[in-house]
């Protein structure tokens, strides 16, 4: 099932993508294109690599995908992977870091934070859009895709920055 909603998120990124590309070619400048293309390209890059980390075990403090990540070493790999962005190493520190932005205007790309441990910014996840997002969740779990409608996400959610320029 896992992987069916990896591929499923893949074709819907890259859906995401040739939309917005493909509606605004005749209505903008080239310089305005490439502005939107290295955007769309920031975020998918983000996304395809997260992608492709789920599966992964979870590991307390863990920082590489052989011996398993935690949910901010989850993030940070991803970040530096996708797009050589050097993200600080928890979950609280991610939370001062970008644009903070309300929960409307959320795009692929954004990170999304929560309160699991009685404490806000202690969850981080990369949000993949239609209200999806990407995470190292627990002991015992993988990386993963999940709905932020999920009752126990709603009630935890704390907000969002947006790391990527132009997002």
């Given at each position: 099932?896992?992987?069916?909603?990896?591929?499923?998120?893949?074709?819907?990124?890259?859906?995401?993508?040739?939309?917005?590309?493909?509606?605004?070619?005749?209505?903008?400048?080239?310089?305005?294109?490439?502005?939107?293309?290295?955007?769309?390209?920031?975020?998918?890059?983000?996304?395809?690599?997260?992608?492709?980390?789920?599966?992964?075990?979870?590991?307390?403090?863990?920082?590489?995908?052989?011996?398993?990540?935690?949910?901010?070493?989850?993030?940070?790999?991803?970040?530096?992977?996708?797009?050589?962005?050097?993200l600080p190493r928890t979950a609280r520190e991610m939370s001062e870091v970008g644009q903070r932005i309300d929960s409307s205007q959320l795009k692929p790309g954004d990170l999304v934070f929560f309160n699991t441990m009685r404490r806000t910014f202690?969850?981080?996840?990369?949000?993949?859009?239609?209200?999806?997002?990407?995470?190292?969740?627990?002991?015992?779990?993988?990386?993963?895709?999940?709905?932020?409608?999920?009752?126990?996400?709603?009630?935890?959610?704390?907000?969002?920055?947006?790391?990527?320029?132009?997002?």
């Amino acid at each position: 099932m896992q992987k069916f909603l990896s591929a499923l998120f893949l074709s819907t990124a890259l859906a995401f993508t040739a939309t917005n590309v493909g509606a605004t070619e005749q209505q903008r400048s080239p310089d305005e294109l490439s502005f939107l293309t290295r955007y769309t390209n920031a975020a998918q890059d983000v996304i395809l690599q997260g992608l492709k980390l789920v599966g992964v075990r979870y590991r307390l403090g863990g920082s590489n995908e052989d011996n398993g990540l935690d949910c901010s070493g989850f993030v940070q790999l991803v970040f530096k992977d996708s797009i050589g962005a050097m993200l600080p190493r928890t979950a609280r520190e991610m939370s001062e870091v970008g644009q903070r932005i309300d929960s409307s205007q959320l795009k692929p790309g954004d990170l999304v934070f929560f309160n699991t441990m009685r404490r806000t910014f202690s969850h981080v996840g990369i949000y993949l859009g239609d209200n999806h997002f990407l995470h190292a969740p627990r002991t015992g779990a993988e990386v993963r895709v999940e709905n932020m409608e999920n009752s126990y996400w709603t009630k935890r959610y704390n907000g969002a920055r947006r790391i990527i320029e132009g997002n």
